[in-house]
Every structure is written in structure tokens, then in C-alpha cells.
């Protein structure tokens, strides 16, 4: 799976828009990028994960670039619950159970 | 919505000891995972689990480690006998097919004394 890099922590008044980028210059045409996030100890959360479109969910939206080098994670009105780590995984889409590798991520913290 | 469940949510056992934590996917998800963190650092894999067969194992899944699915609810990972840097949160993961978003179970925090 092609490696990923994300700035280590971030900051982003509430109500504003979060927006989270994620570097993966390597990945190859069949991986996909996925977004989850961890808010302080608790279980990884999925986000949302795309190809090659633009993908929009209720909770987010996940901007890839043409090249598909790099990606942004947008929060479009974060709020202090959004307040959390968010790690960008790359992988491929294969038949069979497939792990995450999970980095360091990005620190994301909401100031009021 | 439906979740993902583990019991318990903190345990706490004396080194040499085994552990069983359990975990209760959704109900129409194939594919389970159990994940570690050691506090302050990052999330790792520790195994997969399809159709009954471990599909997948990391190094840290040495023999001291197991996994199970004893019903057609629960999933269980079972330290056979604990060691001090086993102390860590044991996420457990299920998803519904290949590929797909996993959903993870709140934890449950180990500690070895």
C-alpha cells in the first residue's frame, strides 16, 4: 500500500471548514483512499473513502487531485465534537479480509 | 444504527495470566479484525478473520495469541499468558465484504500488573 504523509496537527475555529490534507504520491491505480478518524481513546470511525471522484458524505467530503497524488479531507462547519486524530490510509481494493495501516495521522483540534 | 460491542471495557490482570476479550460484530458483517494501541501510540493490526480462518496475522500475533468464533455472534481474542507490554486497548473490527469500511467497537483498555 502506497505510504501517505499528513501534517502532524492542525487547528480549525469551530464553524469554519476543516480542511485536511493527505499526501500519497505513490498510490497506484487500483488503491483507494480512505478517512477515519479516532476522537480521544475511542475506536477508529470510519469517514468516507474514494477512487479518482470527488465523494461527499453526511459526514465529509474527500477531494482527490486529477493525478491522484494527494488528497483533502473537508469538515465543511466542524464543531468541538470534530476534535479527534484523522488518519488518511491508502490501500488496495482486493478480494479477502484487508488490515488498515494506520499512521500517525493528523491532530485536529476545534477551538471554539 | 447497529454497532460494533466489547466486553469488557477495562480489564485489569496480573502478568502470567490469560485473558479473553470479547467482542459481538454486526450482526451481517463477514470479516473481523482485531486491532491494538499502546497508549500514546499508533493503532496496529493484529489479525483478520474470515469464514472461520485467520486470513491474515501480524508479528505481534505470536502463539501466545488466538482468535474465535464460537457462536454466530461473538469474536473473541484470547492472550494465553500475559506480559507487561501486552497493556494496551484492543479495538475489535468488523466489516460487511472485501474492501469495504470497517467499523470498530469502542475498546477494551488491558492492563497487565
Known amino acids: 500500500d502506497a505510504k501517505t504523509t499528513q501534517p502532524p496537527s492542525m487547528d480549525c475555529a469551530e464553524g469554519r471548514a476543516a480542511n485536511l490534507p493527505c499526501n500519497h504520491s505513490t498510490i497506484s491505480g487500483n488503491e483507494y483512499v480512505y478517512w477515519y478518524r479516532q476522537i480521544h481513546s475511542q475506536g477508529p470511525q470510519y469517514i468516507i473513502h474514494?477512487?479518482?471522484n470527488n465523494e461527499t458524505n453526511e459526514m465529509a467530503s474527500l477531494i482527490i487531485t486529477e493525478d491522484r497524488k494527494s488528497s483533502t479531507l473537508i469538515l465543511p462547519h466542524a464543531t468541538l465534537r470534530d476534535t479527534a486524530v484523522y488518519y488518511c490510509?491508502?490501500?488496495?481494493?482486493?478480494?479477502?479480509?484487508?488490515?488498515?495501516?494506520f499512521g500517525q495521522g493528523t491532530r485536529l483540534t476545534i477551538n471554539p | 444504527e447497529p454497532e460494533v460491542t466489547q466486553t469488557p471495557s477495562h480489564q485489569v490482570t496480573q502478568m502470567g495470566q490469560e485473558v479473553i476479550l470479547r467482542c459481538v460484530p454486526i450482526s451481517n458483517h463477514l470479516y473481523f479484525y482485531w486491532y491494538r494501541q499502546i497508549l500514546g501510540q499508533k493503532v496496529e493490526f493484529l489479525v483478520s478473520?474470515?469464514?472461520?480462518?485467520?486470513?491474515?496475522k501480524s508479528e505481534i500475533f505470536d502463539d501466545q495469541f488466538s482468535v474465535e468464533r464460537p457462536d454466530g455472534s461473538n469474536f473473541t481474542l484470547k492472550i494465553r499468558s500475559t506480559k507487561l507490554e501486552d497493556s494496551a486497548m484492543y479495538f475489535c473490527?468488523?466489516?460487511?465484504?472485501?474492501?469495504?469500511?470497517?467499523?470498530f467497537g469502542p475498546g477494551t483498555r488491558l492492563t497487565v500488573t
Open positions: 474514494g477512487l479518482k
Open positions: 473490527a468488523s466489516s460487511v465484504g472485501t474492501g469495504g469500511e470497517q467499523y
Open positions: 478473520f474470515y469464514n472461520n480462518e485467520i486470513s491474515e
Open positions: 490510509i491508502v490501500r488496495v481494493w482486493v478480494q479477502g479480509a484487508q488490515k488498515l495501516v
